[in-house]
Structure formats: structure tokens, C-alpha cells
T-cell receptor
Framework: DSGVTQTPKHLITATGQRVTLRCSPR?????VYWYQQSLDQGLQFLIQ???????AKGNILERFSAQQFPDLHSELNLSSLELGDSALYFC??????????????FGSGTRLTVV | GEDVEQSLFLSVREGDSSVINCTYT??????LYWYKQEPGAGLQLLTY?????DMKQDQRLTVLLNKKDKHLSLRIADTQTGDSAIYFC?????????????FGQGTTLQVKP
């Protein structure tokens, strides 16, 4: 157990629907990151939050949004889902907002299948 | 730009050494990392190297950094079947002032008994 908890582990939904993925960071970590892993795109950085504030944005679609709550857990909302959104979504956490010498701790991911 | 490249596949025999190579583009990257992903699991940090180092050794793992050529390698000595996994190289771009990591496509290491 890495200490980063992601729920649910698996999600199957239909095109056009909306889903919410949840992440609880490792105890003491203030920064949360979301990544998408797909076969064709590899691991793509989506967004980073630090202590409730958005810190960095990557290749995140406008249909996707995220937030970090006061208790530091984070949610990634995916709407108007398309078949191409099927992927593994990883959450990671770190103590610092930048210059992360020890890297991140990753959760085990949520596998999203859009049918 | 920010780009990290790796070869996609490597096959070795058990007991041999494995060398996984990576090139990156951001010369201001302060830290470079190697992550391991086993089937159905998240990414596990194997090791990292600070950009002012040339080499780092950690048990069976040796990381070599050639900053001039922006080339990073991971050597696994005495490779075991349990080392079969996907290995990702990643950089933390120095210009971004965030924790964002840029990952390579991953190298699938197959270890044959």
C-alpha cells in the first residue's frame, strides 16, 4: 500500500456520461497530481494541486476538471465521456509543490472504460 | 520543449545485466527518475539522480547520467524474473517550478528464465 488511495478501482460507463474519480493523498502530502495513462499517449500529466490551489495544468481537456478540498483529497471530474477517454487515471502525491527530489507516491489507479 | 524518449522493449536472460536507456530534452531538469510499473499496479519509484551527479548506485541498480548528451540509463545487475515490468524514465523540468513530471513511453523489460 503506497498510502495514496484511489477510488473506484474500475469504472465502466457509457459515452456522454460524467464520472468522478477520487484520490486521498499520502498522509502529510500537500500536493496532488493527476495523470492519464493510455496505450497511444503514454503517461500524460493532467493537473497539479498544492494545498487546495491549482499549481500546474497539462494536457487536460476542457471536459475534465479537478479540485482539491480542504482535507486535501482531490476529485477529477470527467464529463461528456468519449470512447477515447478510456484509460488508467493515476493520482500521485508529494510533500512539496516543486523540485520533488524523492519523486511522487502513486496510487494504484482507476481504470475507466467508456463503452 | 519537454520530451523524454525510451526504447520500447528489452529482452534479457535471467542473471544477465539489463540496460535501459532514455534521452530527455530539458537541460535545466534538476532531478531525473526511474519508475517501475508491474502489471495492474501503479508506478513505484525505483531511484532518482540529481543533475549534478554522474552516477548513482543502489544495490543492483546503477543510474548513469550524461548531462552533455542528455542521456540517462538504468542498469539492473543480475536481472531476475521478478524484474519483468515496464520501466519509465521521467524528468522534472527545471523551468516549470512545479512538481510536474514528464515521462517517457516506458520500456517493457522481459526476463526469460
Amino acid at each position: 500500500d503506497s498510502g495514496v488511495t484511489q477510488t473506484p478501482k474500475h469504472l465502466i460507463t457509457a459515452t456522454g456520461q460524467r464520472v468522478t474519480l477520487r484520490c486521498s493523498p499520502r498522509s502529510g502530502d500537500l500536493s496532488v497530481y493527476w495523470y492519464q495513462q493510455s496505450l497511444d499517449q503514454g503517461l500524460q500529466f493532467l493537473i497539479q494541486y498544492y494545498n487546495g490551489e491549482e499549481r500546474a495544468k497539462g494536457n487536460i481537456l476542457e471536459r475534465f476538471s479537478a479540485q482539491q478540498f480542504p482535507d486535501l483529497h482531490s476529485e477529477l471530474n470527467l464529463s461528456s465521456l468519449e470512447l477515447g477517454d478510456s484509460a488508467l487515471y493515476f493520482c500521485a502525491s508529494s510533500v512539496a509543490p516543486s523540485r520533488v527530489p524523492y519523486g511522487y507516491t502513486f496510487g494504484s489507479g482507476t481504470r475507466l472504460t467508456v463503452v | 520543449g519537454e520530451d523524454v524518449e525510451q526504447s520500447l522493449f528489452l529482452s534479457v536472460r535471467e542473471g544477465d545485466s539489463s540496460v535501459i536507456n532514455c534521452t530527455y530534452t530539458d537541460s535545466s531538469s534538476t532531478y531525473l527518475y526511474w519508475y517501475k510499473q508491474e502489471p495492474g499496479a501503479g508506478l513505484q519509484l525505483l531511484t532518482y539522480i540529481f543533475s549534478n551527479m554522474d552516477m548513482k548506485q543502489d544495490q543492483r541498480l546503477t543510474v548513469l547520467l550524461n548531462k552533455k548528451d542528455k542521456h540517462l540509463s538504468l542498469r539492473i545487475a543480475d536481472t531476475q524474473t521478478g524484474d519483468s515490468a515496464i520501466y519509465f524514465c521521467a524528468e522534472n523540468p527545471g523551468s516549470s517550478n512545479t512538481g510536474k513530471l514528464i515521462f517517457g513511453q516506458g520500456t517493457t523489460l522481459q526476463v526469460k528464465p
